[in-house]
C-alpha cells in the first residue's frame, strides 16, 4: 500500500520522480523519500509525513537513474528511520507488500554483520543484496538470488552503485508498471504515476522482472527466461488526475457519478434490450449454467455485493451469498455445484482478494468474474470474464464513483443473468427504461448538497451516528457509516432497521444523530415504525426520504429524494451519504482525500 516510482533517462530524473510521487499519494502519504545515482554515490532524502515535506528537504540534482516512495507503514511507526528508500552498501531499494519471513532473514543478515536501523521488512532486502553481492560480482544473478529467498508479496525497484545505468525491478503479488519512453523509462506502482512523461506502459505479469537502461529494457519471467510483455497505449488523460474546479478529489468524483454511471452503461443497453456479449463471446452461454454465485469483496466493494445478493436473488432466483476476502480465503469452503464466482475491486490489485481467487477450488466453479475498474490489473487478467466499470481514476481513498459505478454493473449482471435464465417474471424491456433513468436521478440527488450542507453543521461535536435501513437499504447503510468513519473519524456503525430494538436502541438519545434511508419500497411502513422508536427516545433523526413518501407531519430532519424506482434505490441514495460525509469532513478538518491511516490500494494483507 505505497507508491513505487523510479527512472533512468538521458535528463535529469529527480523533478519527474517528486510528480510522481506527487500523483501516487493517494497510495500512501505517512513518509516519502528518494535515491539517485548522483556521481560521488548514492544521495538519499527521506520525510516524514506527506512528499511536500521531502520536498521541502531537497536540493538541486542531474542525477539521471533514481527511485522514489511514498509510504504506508505497515512494519514500523512513521517516521525518517522507517522511510524509504532502504540502503546497504552500494544497494538502494523501493519496496511494496510485505515480506513475511523479514524475522527469519534479519536474524541472519544481524549474524552475518549487518546492522538494521529501521523496523522495516524492506531492509531486509537491501541488507540481503549487499550480502550476496560479498560472494557474487554478477548483478544479475545476485537479484535473482535475493528474489527466491523471499516470501510474500513485492514490488521492487533497486539501484546499484556500481551499475549506475540500470535501474532493476521486480514483483510478485504487487503491481508495477513500465513506462516506456524516448531514451528513457520508467517504472510506477500504477500508470497514474507516469502520465506526465508518457502514455505507452508495460504491464509486468506476476513473478517478473525487469533490467531498464536508457537504451531499453527486458523482462524476465519467474523461471528466469526472457520474455516480451505487450506495451499498452494508456486513453488516459492527465486532466483526469487532477481536481479541476474542485476543492478535493472527493468532491470532484461525487460530482462525475452521472458521467461515469452513463459511461458504464453505454454500449451495454440497447433501445429495449440489454446488448449480448457485454461479457465477452462465450459470456452469455457460461450464465446460461449457473445455478449459484459466490461474491468476494473488501470494504466498500463488499457492501456492493451485499447489494448485490438481493438483486440476483430476487431476480434470478439462485442463491448468492457474499464474503469479505480476508476472511474467505482462510475458510474451508463449500462452493456450491455450477457457481459463478464474483471478485470486486476497485483497483483490481487487492491482496485479498487476490488470494482468494488463486486459493479458490474451482471444481464447482462455473466461470470466475473480475467486476474492476482497471482494465490492466491482475484481478482482470487472472479471471475468466471481466466486467469493467468505466469510472474512469479514482484519486480520493474514500471510494465514490467506483462504488456507484460497482452497483451499475452488478445490476446489469442481474439483468443479463435473469435473462439468459428465461425468468418469465423479468422484463428486459422495463428493466432497460428503468436503467436509462440512472444517471438523470444521480444527476437530481446531487441536487439536494446545499441542505446537505446545513445538516452537517450538526456533526462537527459529535463523536457517534447510528445509520439504519432495510433490505437493500442495509447494505447502504453500512457504506455512509464506513464514508462517516473513513473521513471525519466519526464512530458510527449501521443496523438493519428491525434490529433496533435488539441491541442498538439502548444507544439512542438526544445526543445521538441517527441517519435512515428510506426509498418509496415494500419495505417502508415497516422502516417508518422503526423511526418512531428512535422518535420516542429523543433521538436526532435525520431521513433521506423518496418525495412519494414524505412525513409532513413529522418532527424529523427529511431530506427529499427524487422519486426513485424501488431497483436503482441503493445507487440514488449513496449519493446523499457520500456529501454528508464529505462536508462533515469539511467542517471537521479533517484530510478528506487522504484520511489518516489508510491508503487506496490495499495490496498488502
Known amino acids: 500500500m505505497c507508491g513505487i516510482v523510479g527512472a533512468v533517462s538521458e535528463r535529469p530524473v529527480q523533478s519527474i520522480l517528486i510528480e510522481g510521487l506527487k500523483r501516487l499519494e493517494y497510495r500512501g502519504y505517512d513518509s516519502a523519500g528518494i535515491a539517485l545515482l548522483a556521481e560521488d554515490g548514492l544521495l538519499r532524502t527521506r520525510a516524514k509525513g506527506k512528499v511536500s515535506e521531502l520536498e521541502q528537504k531537497l536540493v538541486e540534482s542531474r542525477a539521471l537513474v533514481g527511485i522514489a516512495h511514498t509510504r504506508w507503514a505497515t512494519h514500523g511507526v512513521p517516521n525518517e528511520l522507517n522511510a524509504h528508500p532502504h540502503q546497504s552498501g552500494r544497494f538502494s531499494v523501493v519496496h511494496n507488500g510485505i515480506i513475511e519471513n523479514h524475522d527469519s532473514l534479519r536474524t541472519q543478515l544481524k549474524s552475518a554483520g549487518f546492522v538494521f536501523e529501521s523496523q522495516t521488512d524492506t531492509e531486509t532486502v537491501a541488507h540481503l543484496l549487499a550480502y550476496e553481492a560479498t560472494k557474487d560480482k554478477d548483478l544479475n544473478r545476485i537479484i535473482s538470488t535475493v528474489l527466491t529467498q523471499l516470501d510474500g508479496a513485492y514490488a521492487l525497484a533497486i539501484i546499484d552503485v556500481n551499475s549506475p545505468d540500470l535501474l532493476w525491478v521486480a514483483r510478485k503479488g504487487s503491481p508495477l508498471?513500465?513506462?516506456?519512453?524516448?531514451?528513457?523509462?520508467?517504472?510506477?506502482?500504477?500508470?497514474?504515476?507516469?502520465?506526465?512523461?508518457?502514455?505507452?506502459?508495460?504491464?509486468?505479469?506476476?513473478?517478473?522482472?525487469?533490467?531498464?537502461?536508457?537504451?531499453?529494457?527486458?523482462?524476465?519471467?519467474?523461471?528466469?527466461?526472457?520474455?516480451?510483455?505487450?506495451?499498452?497505449?494508456?486513453?488516459?488523460?492527465?486532466?483526469?488526475?487532477?481536481?479541476?474546479?474542485?476543492?478535493?478529489?472527493?468532491?470532484?468524483?461525487?460530482?462525475?457519478?452521472?458521467?461515469?454511471?452513463?459511461?458504464?452503461?453505454?454500449?451495454?443497453?440497447?433501445?429495449?434490450?440489454?446488448?449480448?456479449?457485454?461479457?465477452?463471446?462465450?459470456?452469455?452461454?457460461?450464465?446460461?449454467?449457473?445455478?449459484?454465485?459466490?461474491?468476494?469483496?473488501?470494504?466498500?466493494?463488499?457492501?456492493?455485493?451485499?447489494?448485490?445478493?438481493?438483486?440476483?436473488e430476487s431476480l434470478v432466483g439462485i442463491p448468492c451469498q457474499v464474503e469479505i476476502a480476508s476472511e474467505y480465503r482462510y475458510r474451508k469452503v463449500v462452493t456450491l455445484p455450477n457457481t459463478l464466482w464474483i471478485a470486486i475491486s476497485q483497483s483490481g490489485e487487492t491482496a485479498d482478494v487476490l488470494a482468494a481467487l488463486r486459493h479458490t477450488d474451482k471444481t464447482n466453479i462455473v466461470a470466475t468474474l473480475a467486476i474492476c475498474n482497471v482494465p490492466t490489473s491482475s484481478l482482470i487478467?487472472?479471471?475468466?470474464?471481466?466486467?469493467?466499470?468505466?469510472?474512469?481514476?479514482?484519486?480520493?481513498?474514500?471510494?465514490?464513483?467506483?462504488?456507484?459505478?460497482?452497483?451499475?454493473?452488478?445490476?446489469?449482471?442481474?439483468?443479463?443473468?435473469?435473462?439468459?435464465?428465461?425468468?418469465?417474471?423479468?422484463?428486459?424491456?422495463?428493466?432497460v427504461d428503468v436503467l436509462k433513468q440512472l444517471s438523470k436521478?444521480?444527476?437530481?440527488?446531487?441536487?439536494?448538497?446545499?441542505?446537505?450542507?446545513?445538516?452537517?453543521?450538526?456533526?462537527?461535536?459529535?463523536?457517534?451516528?447510528?445509520?439504519?435501513?432495510?433490505?437493500?437499504?442495509?447494505?447502504?447503510?453500512?457504506?455512509?457509516?464506513?464514508?462517516?468513519?473513513?473521513?471525519?473519524?466519526?464512530?458510527?456503525?449501521?443496523?438493519?432497521?428491525?434490529?433496533?430494538?435488539?441491541?442498538?436502541?439502548?444507544?439512542?438519545?438526544?445526543?445521538?444523530?441517527?441517519?435512515?434511508?428510506?426509498?418509496?419500497?415494500?419495505?417502508?411502513?415497516?422502516?417508518?415504525?422503526?423511526?418512531?422508536?428512535?422518535?420516542?427516545?429523543?433521538?436526532?433523526?435525520?431521513?433521506?426520504?423518496?418525495?412519494?413518501?414524505?412525513?409532513?407531519?413529522?418532527?424529523?430532519?427529511?431530506?427529499?429524494?427524487?422519486?426513485?424506482?424501488?431497483?436503482?434505490?441503493?445507487?440514488?441514495?449513496?449519493?446523499?451519504?457520500?456529501?454528508?460525509?464529505?462536508?462533515?469532513?469539511?467542517?471537521?478538518g479533517t484530510d478528506v482525500d487522504q484520511p489518516r491511516n489508510l491508503a487506496k490500494s490495499v495490496t498488502v494483507e
Not at 520508467?186 to 504515476?193: I, K, N, R, T, Y
Not at 506476476?206 to 529494457?217: E, I, P, R, V
Open 177 to 312: 508498471v513500465i513506462g516506456v519512453g524516448h531514451g528513457e523509462y520508467f517504472v510506477g506502482s500504477d500508470q497514474l504515476a507516469l502520465l506526465h512523461v508518457t502514455n505507452r506502459f508495460v504491464f509486468l505479469e506476476d513473478g517478473d522482472s525487469a533490467c531498464l537502461t536508457t537504451s531499453g529494457y527486458q523482462v524476465y519471467s519467474s523461471d528466469g527466461n526472457s520474455v516480451e510483455r505487450p506495451v499498452i497505449r494508456a486513453d488516459i488523460s492527465g486532466e483526469s488526475v487532477s481536481k479541476g474546479e474542485y476543492r478535493h478529489f472527493m468532491e470532484k468524483e461525487i460530482h462525475q457519478q452521472p458521467a461515469a454511471i452513463e459511461t458504464t452503461l453505454a454500449g451495454r443497453l440497447g433501445k429495449t434490450r440489454l446488448l449480448s456479449g457485454i461479457l465477452g463471446p462465450k459470456g452469455d452461454d457460461l450464465l446460461t449454467n449457473v445455478e449459484a454465485v459466490q461474491i468476494v469483496a473488501c470494504g466498500t466493494s463488499y457492501h456492493g455485493g451485499l447489494v448485490a445478493r438481493y438483486w440476483i
Open 381 to 431: 487478467r487472472e479471471t475468466d470474464l471481466a466486467f469493467l466499470t468505466e469510472a474512469g481514476p479514482e484519486i480520493g481513498v474514500a471510494s465514490t464513483k467506483a462504488f456507484t459505478t460497482q452497483l451499475t454493473v452488478l445490476l446489469l449482471l442481474t439483468g443479463l443473468m435473469a435473462r439468459q435464465r428465461q425468468k418469465e417474471s423479468f422484463d428486459e424491456l422495463k428493466f
Open 441 to 588: 436521478l444521480v444527476v437530481k440527488s446531487l441536487a439536494i448538497e446545499g441542505q446537505i450542507q446545513q445538516i452537517a453543521e450538526r456533526f462537527v461535536g459529535k463523536q457517534h451516528a447510528l445509520f439504519l435501513g432495510r433490505g437493500t437499504m442495509n447494505p447502504i447503510a453500512m457504506e455512509g457509516a464506513l464514508k462517516l468513519k473513513e473521513l471525519s473519524y466519526i464512530h458510527a456503525e449501521a443496523y438493519p432497521a428491525g434490529e433496533l430494538k435488539h441491541g442498538p436502541l439502548a444507544l439512542v438519545d438526544e445526543n445521538m444523530p441517527v441517519i435512515a434511508v428510506a426509498p418509496n419500497d415494500e419495505l417502508v411502513d415497516k422502516l417508518k415504525s422503526n423511526l418512531s422508536e428512535v422518535k420516542a427516545r429523543g433521538g436526532q433523526l435525520i431521513v433521506f426520504t423518496d418525495v412519494a413518501v414524505v412525513d409532513h407531519s413529522s418532527e424529523m430532519t427529511q431530506c427529499v429524494m427524487p422519486k426513485t424506482p424501488s431497483l436503482l434505490a441503493p445507487i440514488v441514495f449513496t449519493i446523499p451519504l457520500q456529501l454528508l460525509s464529505y462536508h462533515i469532513a469539511v467542517l471537521r
